[in-house]
């Protein structure tokens, strides 16, 4: 993406995060990735790269005239936390967790200190899983997220 809304895509990021300066490794983008509404759930798009003329590549599709949004970082573990709560109102007590998490996040919890809290929340869980560049949920590809397939037996 080389320009949002005429104006050098990296300048207005970087206003848009509040940032002092332009982001610049991976690390950078994870707090703030731009959300692409559809239907009434948005859809997290990572940033990949930033090159020196301001451009930016993500890891998946955003094409001109799409509106999109800045997320805001929030309590990774109180969101986690409720996410299984809600799993487990809906199916039950997973026998089986597969998740697949955006390396983004990972990236996310590293700089912030936060993998001590979530490690043992996935464990605790069952959860068993990979790191993504990005996942599918239903026919969408997201980016900054975690995805996961629970598995219980028949209530």
């Known amino acids: 993406m080389h320009e949002i809304n005429g ?8 206003a848009a995060c509040r940032l002092r300066r332009g982001p610049h490794t991976a690390e950078d983008f994870a707090p703030y990735p731009l959300m692409m509404r559809i239907g009434d759930q948005y859809f997290a798009r990572g940033m990949q790269r930033v090159y020196e003329n301001g451009t930016i590549e993500f890891a998946c599709a955003m094409e001109p005239g799409l509106v999109v949004t800045v997320a805001r970082p929030a309590d990774m573990v109180s969101r986690l936390r409720e996410m299984f709560v809600n799993l487990r109102a809906t199916i039950g007590r997973p026998e089986l967790v597969i998740g697949f998490d955006c390396a983004a996040r990972t990236a996310y919890m590293e700089q912030r ?20 560049l990005g996942e599918q949920f239903n026919t969408i590809h997201a980016n900054d997220s975690f995805t996961c397939l629970g598995i219980a037996a028949p209530r």
Not at 7 to 14: E, F, I, M
Not at 116 to 129: F, R, Y
């Open 7 to 14: 104006r050098n895509a990296l300048k207005v990021y970087t």
């Open 113 to 132: 200190g936060l993998t001590a809290s979530i490690t043992p929340l996935l464990t605790s869980h069952g959860v068993v899983g990979f790191s993504t």
